[in-house]
């Protein structure tokens, strides 16, 4: 996961922990080795290659301002009537300040843009002023204004956090752990964080019978405790 950083002094390029307090607790009731927390790579310089960018609210215009003077400039080359229609509708929602992620596009359409290096179209978080005083907050709200979820797996290993997007299945989680789990795949178990802190323990909400057998197509929730059954 790519998230760009733009007017946020605080944070630096590089590798950064979405610090969720879930997974301490978690570390705690398994009596895990350590926290294992989701990782972002943090970029500044080329936007255009994040999955989502996070910057302050006085900044929403520098993007407009870069999305408009792209438009213009593909506008004043372009001789595809198709892509100068898209580039117009592109030019008269940045003209009201608006985002482009406000347009839904078609598959068509969405071909055409490929290589934009569009910042608007990508999902943005617009950071209030209170909130660019606490770096690891800041970033964990821009993850899941993002469109990231979280679940966990916990054991006497590590207690850990993994990213998918908000709308993943359970088969597609399971390829965030590892590729033979997802190829493997046979079912979920699925105990919701809520649960599973309300019982205690792993055993408890078995017997409390909040623990559920989940297939492929389960949409996973945010904070769902997964085990994956797969074939080896």
């Known amino acids: 996961m790519k998230i760009g950083i733009l007017g946020i002094d605080s944070i630096n390029a590089g590798k950064a922990n979405i610090i969720d307090p879930r ?34 609210e006085d900044s929403k215009l520098d993007l407009v301002v870069n999305d408009m003077e792209f438009v213009e400039t593909r506008l004043s080359r372009s001789a595809d009537e198709k892509e100068k229609a898209l580039l117009n509708k592109f030019k008269e ?45 800041l970033l964990f709200n821009g993850y899941y204004n993002l469109g990231y979820i979280s679940y966990f797996t916990a054991g ?5 956090a993994w990213a998918i997007k908000k709308g993943a299945n359970a088969w597609e989680a399971s390829g965030a752990i590892h590729s033979d789990i ?21 055993s408890k909400a078995r017997s409390n019978n909040h623990i559920r057998l989940e297939m492929k197509e389960y949409i996973v929730q945010d904070g769902d405790y997964l085990v994956f059954r797969c074939n080896k």
């Open 23 to 56: 997974v301490k607790v978690l570390k705690q009731m398994f009596n895990s080795a350590k926290e294992v927390y989701i990782q972002a790579d943090i970029i500044q310089e080329k936007l255009s290659e994040a999955d989502g960018i996070i910057c302050p």
């Open 156 to 160: 006497d290993k590590d207690a850990h």
């Open 182 to 202: 997802q190829k493997g795949f046979i079912r979920a178990e699925v105990v919701s964080y809520q649960d599973l802190i309300a019982d205690g323990s792993l």
């Open 93 to 137: 929602l940045l003209d009201k300040e608006k985002f482009l992620s406000e347009i839904t596009l078609t598959d068509e359409e969405k071909a055409l843009i490929t290589s934009y290096m569009l910042l608007t179209i990508k999902p943005i978080y617009l950071a209030k002023q209170e909130e660019l005083e606490d770096k690891d907050k």
